[in-house]
């Protein structure tokens, strides 16, 4: 099958790159020591962790076919799973949600446990990032403050930073229900169900009604900047899925555009919450502006590498089943960057690809070009701002605090890495 | 301010406009008139001479009260369209009418961030929570409408629910929220916020009788639309409780136009309409009683306003279209 073969020649030709992507590993892992080298006990395991790429390491983790991308980079002295830090945590905002969501009308409640499946698939990545960047920027969790200290407000302050988690997480939920009702409405044609048609009312009230509760949070918090920082975030969701609508633009075929769309679509949701537990927290507009730049150059390296695996990851471990991007016409990076080396395949992307013929003509010319590589590259330059915008806080002789700011700088490695 | 960047967003702004003309802005103007009402000037009538610019700037915000009110009610009836179009677009699947819903949901969600930022620009957490109350409500109320399965839409209590959802919530939080703007008291609050209900409760119920007796000229969606879909209202609960055997013509359903008819006879025999009526003026009499339980005021404009309002909680009840 020429498709099968196709995508096997993109694997092997990524990881071969890969192989000789030294330079920007190795400007990272130089960046890493020297903000550290004031602690030298720091520094000692941060060179730990500094190791670049080593060919045979690259390979797996850019084929990804890595078990674990983690222990393949890193050395596991102190090696920390960015998620089991806030495991306890990431429990109690679960519970918070379920409660949070549920709603005089079961059928209201039925739309809500749909929500906590797509937590629970999710991993519940942003509120990981959230509940991290908050300990990152000391303020700690409060089980852990030492025992006698009986001013409340850190329990508060964390309190407040956990309501930005939940508000994140619904207002992401929202959005998904909103675009599975419109993707449903394409597979509902012809098939004219009352229950199809209460399935999609469901859906779009549903996502109404997690966006009421959103914005009730958020009131409940009385930080007017944070409101405005998350109102923006739902203009820029919509903002960004109607750029994706204008199929018949030329902007479509514009990298800056797709940038554009990607920071509304993905970024914006985590930069702007981040900024959020920064501004709760009292703190510069100098920390929250970091704050803010390492959520939205790790949402956007993870779309990135999402486009990438829309075409090389396995269907198994992606889920929503490779190609789908192009098969519904969305053009994405790789793409845009093969459309640079050979214009003629803008001839194809404009006949669209409902004929699958089509779509094989595309990943020929993807497959030729350097597209996958240099999404990645593209990628990795932005998952190491995302680390530099970390390692830019204020010292600190914390251990949490440590420990959190090396689990954030771990997620970035980890989103461009991943298999899935 | 719905302006947006993307063009397509911008052509479902327009339709935002057009719908803000055909409702001859019933809600803004409530607003507007129940802030003069509660003592806040128009700024042009401000004796001249004196120079604080705090009025000015507080009926600005009451005005973005009413702004956000309408961003809210046009985004809930975007959603709303939506939904009665994927009914009618049943087997026609061009391109065209996904984009269409897609938009509309889309819209929708633009014109409730649109409000969300322009809530937040108040800089009032208590309005915020009203408002955002509001939304909560718009969608609770919305999906009582749907839960046609359950025996609770024969229940006039949560008929009541389901109208102070979907209808009053609206309304008797922005009134209420243009009260706090101003600094007024909870009681005052309260009583901006009873008018609010008790009118919007009184439109809804006059609302539900045109629906069977008006033409379909002055009603522009047509007569008998919330029967044939299903959505059963004051007068017929009222005329269920005189006629039970009416129940069971509706747990038929009336895709059968024949059903409707015979729900329409029962109808007719019943006190329903009148009863609804009865109980509109109920409420208009409540929100005009709340508006004379205001402070006593002197001023002209206040004095004109708050008669306005009361005139208001008449014309709804009067009314034929």
Not at chain 1, 253 to 258: A, G, I, P, Q, V
Not at chain 1, 315 to 339: E, N, Q, V, W, Y
Not at chain 2, 180 to 194: N, Q, R, S, V, W
Request: some cysteine; charged content about 20%.
């Amino acid at each position: 099958m020429a498709r099968a073969a196709l995508l096997h020649l993109l694997r092997y030709r990524t990881a071969a790159a890969a192989a000789a992507a030294e330079p920007l590993s190795a400007f990272r892992c130089q960046l890493m020591t020297r903000s550290n080298s004031k602690t030298p006990a720091a520094g000692i395991k941060w060179a730990g962790f500094c190791r670049p790429f080593s060919s045979k390491a690259a390979l797996n983790d850019v084929i990804g076919n890595d078990t674990d991308s983690s222990v393949a980079v890193m050395e596991p002295q102190e090696r920390v799973d960015p998620f089991s830090l806030v495991a306890n945590e990431l429990s109690l905002i679960a519970t918070r949600l379920r409660s949070m969501v549920a709603a005089e009308v079961p059928n209201l409640a039925s739309a809500a446990e749909y929500f906590f499946k797509i937590g629970a698939e999710g991993k519940r990545f942003r509120p990981t990032v959230l509940l991290l960047m908050a300990t990152a920027l000391d303020v700690h969790i409060p089980e852990l403050s030492p025992p006698g200290i009986g001013d409340t407000l850190p329990t508060d302050l964390r309190t407040r930073q956990q309501r930005i988690a939940e508000i994140t997480e619904m207002i992401h939920v929202a959005s998904l229900l909103h675009d599975d009702v419109l993707d449903d409405a394409d597979t509902r044609r012809g098939v004219g169900s009352l229950n199809a048609v209460m399935g999609n009312k469901l859906a779009v009230l549903a996502g109404d009604f997690l966006l009421s509760r959103a914005c009730l949070t958020l009131a409940s918090l009385k930080n007017t900047e944070v409101v405005t920082l998350i109102a923006t975030v739902i203009e820029n969701l919509v903002t960004g899925e109607t750029m994706q609508l204008t199929t018949a633009s030329n902007k479509r075929f514009s990298m800056e555009y797709y940038m554009q769309k990607t920071y509304n679509k993905t970024a914006s949701l985590i930069s702007n919450s981040c900024k959020s537990v920064a501004l709760l927290a009292g703190h510069t507009a100098e920390i929250a502006m970091l704050a803010f730049e390492y959520g939205k150059n790790l949402g956007l390296a993870f779309q990135l590498i999402d486009d990438v695996l829309d075409f090389t990851g396995t269907s198994a471990s992606l889920g929503k089943g490779s190609l789908s991007d192009i098969r519904h016409g969305i053009i994405t990076a790789p793409i845009l960057f093969a459309m640079e080396e050979y214009p003629q395949l803008r001839a194809v992307v404009d006949k669209g690809f409902d004929n699958p013929a089509n779509v094989d003509i595309a990943l020929e010319y993807l497959g030729k070009s350097r597209g996958i590589e240099r999404t990645k590259e593209l990628a990795m330059k932005h998952a190491n701002l995302a680390a530099a915008a970390i390692d830019s806080l204020p010292q600190s002789d914390d251990e949490d605090v440590i420990k959190s700011r090396q689990a954030l700088i771990d997620l970035t490695q980890r989103v461009i890495t991943r298999n899935k | 301010m719905v302006a947006a960047e993307v063009p397509n967003l911008a052509s479902a702004a327009e339709y935002f406009f057009k719908i803000g003309a055909e409702g001859k802005r019933f809600r803004p103007t409530v607003l507007l008139l129940m802030a003069t009402a509660l003592d806040v000037h128009i700024p042009e009538l401000s004796p001249p001479g004196i120079g604080d610019t705090l009025p000015t700037d507080l009926r600005t915000r009451q005005q973005r009260i009413a702004e956000i009110t309408e961003m809210i009610h046009v985004a809930s009836l975007l959603h709303d369209d939506v939904l009665d179009d994927a009914d009618t677009r049943r087997g026609v699947g061009s391109l065209n009418a996904v984009m269409g819903n897609k938009l509309a949901v889309l819209a929708g969600d633009f014109l409730l961030s649109r409000a969300c930022l322009t809530l937040a620009s108040l800089k009032n957490t208590e309005v915020v929570t009203l408002i955002a109350t509001v939304i909560e409500n718009l969608v609770t109320g919305e999906t009582m409408q749907l839960t046609t399965a359950s025996n609770k839409r024969f229940s006039m209590e949560y008929y009541m629910q389901k109208t102070y959802n979907k209808t009053a919530s609206l309304i008797s939080n922005s009134c209420k929220s243009v009260a706090l703007l101003a600094g007024h008291t909870a009681e005052i609050a309260m009583l901006a916020f009873e008018y609010g209900k008790n009118l919007g409760l009184a439109f809804q119920l006059i609302d539900d009788v045109l629906d069977f007796t008006g033409t379909s000229a002055s009603l522009g969606k047509g007569s008998l639309s919330d029967i044939r879909h299903g959505i059963i209202t004051a007068p017929i609960l009222f005329a269920m409780e005189e006629y039970p055997q009416l129940r069971a013509v509706v747990d038929k359903g009336f895709d059968n136009p024949a059903n409707v008819d015979i729900a329409l006879e029962y109808l007719g025999k019943s006190r329903g309409i009148e009863r609804t009526k009865e109980l509109a003026m109920k409420h208009a009499n409540l929100a005009a009683a709340a508006i004379d339980s205001l402070p006593q005021s002197d001023d002209e404009d206040v004095i004109k306003s708050r008669q306005a309002l009361i005139d208001l909680t008449q014309r709804v009840i009067t009314r034929n279209k």
